[in-house]
């Protein structure tokens, strides 16, 4: 099988849960933030390039135009909920969504 130029983006802990690299024409991504539900729970990375997902990672898009180190925001928010959620308490939407976030001022 030939490998692709977009990175394919599920559950994994390590590379920025990035599994392979796929052809893709259809629901490419960029400048957003991966959450794992399942398997490597509350791991979040950012991705400020194309990608695509599979159907274990939640989609975060910052509401407003704040300046944020992404990399930093990612971070902490992998510290906060990773400590909390596994693969026998997933991270659902309605857990996330019930989150709080502290980014340092």
């Given at each position: 099988?030939?490998?692709?130029?977009?990175?394919?983006?599920s559950?994994?802990a390590?590379?920025?849960?990035?599994?392979k690299y796929?052809?893709?024409?259809?629901?490419?991504l960029?400048?957003?933030?991966?959450?794992?539900?399942y398997?490597?729970?509350?791991?979040?990375?950012?991705?400020?390039?194309?990608?695509?997902?599979?159907?274990?990672?939640?989609?975060?898009k910052?509401?407003?135009?704040?300046?944020?180190?992404?990399?930093?925001?990612?971070t902490?928010?992998?510290?906060?909920?990773?400590?909390?959620?596994?693969?026998?308490?997933?991270l659902?939407?309605?857990?996330?969504?019930?989150?709080?976030?502290?980014?340092?001022?």
């Open positions: 099988t030939e490998e692709g130029k977009i990175p394919l983006v559950r994994g390590k590379n920025n849960g990035i599994i796929v052809n893709a024409e259809d629901g490419i960029n400048n957003l933030f991966t959450v794992v539900r398997g490597s729970s509350g791991f979040c990375f950012y991705h400020d390039y194309d990608f695509v997902i599979t159907r274990d990672i939640t989609l975060l910052l509401k407003n135009n704040y300046i944020f180190d992404n990399v930093l925001l990612a902490i928010i992998t510290e906060t909920l990773s400590k909390k959620y596994d693969y026998s308490n997933g659902t939407i309605g857990k996330l969504l019930n989150e709080t976030i502290l980014y340092p001022e």
